[in-house]
């Protein structure tokens, strides 16, 4: 008998096409993963694979192996923790879920399988989805729950996936942090001793400050990046979440996923539907990049707006003159970005006010234009930037509102406060959050876009931020045995109004920020075309911060922009080579102010931004290959992006620690096809002699199987030494060899 799980994707042994019943064993497949299940009507739904595609043998023989519960209930011979608990109105705790259908649906780019489950004792159903994508290996699962009880049902714990893991020398890859220090990835071996692990967000809004809805799980040793055995799980989710790994006495790590259901229980109505947010799996033998190459090809697809553009360069107002903004200092930032070949100017915060102008603390909620600070208006500067062959960008904070501004003065019961408390406030002492779960707050909000782009349609791009979590837990619009749904309606709301904004304005280009990266998760994504990572804009940080949102999200999303030295965040002085090559590691922009910049400064800009727009296309849209991690030994951080064709990839080198008598190691390239040869070009070259390697033709097996070597420091007269190294390298096909 097969007792062990081989942990990628679902294969159901299904009709032809249109909708049917199936039989077991169920199985949907990707193009290269399968996950299959056992699913006897009347039995168990079980789950006996995840892993590499299986042939037509082998899914025979997978099909005897033993399995696992696919979606455990507590409360009757629970294995481990439970995906679902629920209370009847009775007072019974327990489920006894069992197969009661099994149908496919064949659509337009994936498969969707639906296993209904019924308690044998209660009309209680839970419908398990797993959608499988025709053309990249993910497998989308969630589940949604209903009921024909007389009485409401209390739900207590609603994941909407579980998987379990086969123990062993099993890793877990997950990202953590703080504002200014997000997206820190973590790797440890899982406990071998039972307990469970936690990952988990309550904040309602920037979720992913401290933490992160993504996992990758190492099935056979400490990951490597681009070879061995490697499962992702992203909960598309913006709101709070919770992620479980229980070490039971068994054979398995068990593995959940969902809603955090801390201070949340759930009342369901009698024909109510609640619908979990889905996970979506991954599994790849290519390592960590591996799986986040297959992520980032379903994000471009699939998830992000406007997945298949290329973004523009853009400057923002932010860093250079915080919320100084008036009208001579805006254009004189137009005519410098222009100067420097960008295509988008963004004014950030400042620009707004009526009776309460505009500081810290005043005017979140009352969106008119302030006249005194920009007397020809908005349509002024849109003007001034079209005169200079430039599309405009605006920051609004849509959600927030201050205490000293006339929206709250004539609608104080739209903040989110539990009756008869006194709110708990924010930023500048007086920010709070908007209740989202009110109709009327989101057809406010619908109402500030339409008031900025409905009657400015010329703005093409749209910075959204939330520069508060959700700190008072109360609605004055929820009704009283509604409150603990506060999290779970906040969050709907906001998606209600995400859609209609982007329904009515579908070429808007939307970035999402949440007091830097709060808000990066795949939730919100498909409203957004682009996260701004972090509010720390220190390049040496930055190759941290992006080194782990790239194991989840694509070059395309992140905002990576040039900003001033010292750092406005960690005061720390970074060449402006150093600091070019970093940002040019994702979508390119610009947060320093133009002016503060020496005119050789500014001409090496202009020359990286020309050099950005020949390699763009490659960085935005080629595939990842994370090479040397700034987390190893070595004082490096290295990776590339190849080309879907593999006839260009950009190769980026970043020195992490500064020793005299330092000795780097030589990293090996990946992606390339070893029979082509590539043509070597450094970019953004400051050394006073070329590379030994440039202009030089390699193919691609050496690149990939000997590496180029590069020196320790840049080649410059000795006083002019830096401490920071980078090299950003192009390679291209050359063909007729």
């Known amino acids: 008998m097969i007792k062990q799980l081989i942990f990628g994707a679902i294969c159901l042994a299904v009709p032809a096409a249109g909708t049917g019943a199936i039989a077991e064993p169920v199985s949907v497949i990707t193009p290269g993963t399968s996950m299959v299940f056992s699913a006897p009507k009347g039995g168990d739904l079980k789950i006996l694979h995840y892993g590499t595609r299986l042939t037509p043998a082998d899914l025979q023989s997978v099909a005897s192996a033993e399995g696992m519960p696919a ?83 209390v739900l207590r714990r609603y994941a909407s996936a579980y998987i379990p893991l086969r123990r062993g020398n099993v890793w877990l890859c997950h990202l953590h942090g703080a504002p200014n220090n997000e997206s820190r990835l973590v790797r440890e071996a899982l406990e071998t001793s039972p307990g469970m692990k936690t990952i988990s967000s309550n904040n309602t809004i920037n979720t992913s400050h401290t933490g992160h809805a993504e996992v990758m799980f190492s099935l056979d040793g400490e990951p490597r990046e681009n070879e061995g055995p490697v499962i992702g799980a992203a909960l598309c989710y913006g709101g709070n979440y919770r992620l479980g790994i229980k070490t039971a006495e068994d054979d398995y790590h068990h593995f959940f996923a969902g809603m955090n259901e801390d201070h949340a229980p759930y009342i369901l109505e009698k024909g109510e539907r609640f619908v979990t947010p889905p996970v979506a799996f991954v599994y790849s033998g290519e390592g960590t990049s591996g799986v986040s190459r297959i992520y980032h090809r379903w994000a471009r697809k699939y998830k992000l707006s406007h997945g298949d553009r290329i973004r523009p360069i853009l400057l923002n107002s932010w860093e250079g003159v915080y919320m100084d903004v008036d009208q001579p200092t805006m254009t004189k930032m137009m005519d410098d970005i222009a100067g420097l070949g960008g295509n988008l100017f963004v004014m950030d915060d400042g620009w707004f006010g009526g009776r309460f102008q505009r500081d810290d603390s005043s005017a979140l909620g009352d969106w008119t234009v302030d006249r005194r600070k920009l007397p020809d208006g908005l349509e002024g500067l849109i003007d001034a930037a079209a005169r200079r062959g430039l599309d405009f960008g605006i920051w609004i904070e849509p959600e927030m509102v201050n205490s000293r501004s006339e929206l709250y003065e004539r609608h104080p019961e739209w903040v989110l406060v539990p009756r008869g408390r006194t709110p708990a406030t924010g930023r500048g002492g007086t920010q709070m959050v908007l209740d989202m779960t009110n109709p009327a707050v989101r057809d406010y909000v619908v109402g500030v876009f339409d008031s900025i782009i409905g009657k400015y349609p010329a703005i093409k791009y749209v910075k959204w931020d939330a520069n508060m979590p959700v700190k008072n837990h109360g609605s004055l619009y929820l009704p009283a045995d509604g409150q603990a749904r506060l999290h779970i309606e906040y969050q709907r709301g906001l998606e209600e109004v995400c859609e209609r904004v982007r329904r009515k304005y579908p070429d808007l280009v939307m970035q999402l920020c949440c007091s830097g990266g709060g808000r990066v998760n795949y939730g919100l994504l498909p409203w957004f075309d682009e996260f701004w990572t972090s509010d720390n804009t220190d390049a040496l940080q930055r190759v941290y911060i992006q080194w782990g949102t790239s194991y989840f999200f694509p070059a395309i999303a992140m905002a990576c922009h040039i900003s001033a030295a010292p750092n406005l965040q960690t005061f720390r002085s970074i060449p402006m080579k150093y600091r070019v090559d970093v940002a040019m590691s994702g979508r390119l922009g610009v947060e320093i102010h133009p002016e503060k910049m020496t005119p050789a400064e500014k001409d090496f800009c202009r020359n990286a931004i020309a050099e950005y727009k020949r390699i763009g296309g490659v960085v935005q849209l080629g595939d990842l290959y994370r090479l040397h991690s700034p987390y190893d030994d070595g004082g490096l951080a290295s990776l590339m992006y190849v080309s879907p064709g593999k006839e260009e990839a950009v ?18 390239m990946a992606g390339l096809d070893a029979d082509k040869y590539y043509k070597v070009r450094e970019i953004n070259r400051i050394d006073t002699e070329p590379l030994g390697c440039e202009g030089k033709v390699y193919s691609g097996r050496y690149l990939m199987e000997h590496g180029l070597d590069f020196p320790a420091c840049h080649i410059l007269p000795y006083w002019e030494q830096l401490d920071y190294a980078s090299r950003v390298i192009h390679l291209t096909e050359e063909r007729g060899i």
């Open 651 to 668: 190769f980026y080198w970043y020195k992490t620690e500064h020793f005299c008598n330092q000795h780097l190691p030589v990293v090996r």
């Open 71 to 153: 979606y455990p209930v507590y409360g009757m011979d629970c294995p481990s923790e439970a995906a679902l608990a629920v209370t009847h109105a009775d007072g019974n705790m327990t489920l006894k879920m069992v197969v009661d259908t099994c149908f496919t649906t064949v659509g337009t780019g994936s498969t969707v399988t639906c296993v209904r489950l019924r308690d044998e004792a209660y009309p209680f159903f839970v419908d398990v989805f797993y959608r499988a994508y025709d053309d990249v290996d993910i497998v989308e699962n969630w589940v949604e729950i209903s009921h024909r009880e007389k009485k409401p049902v």
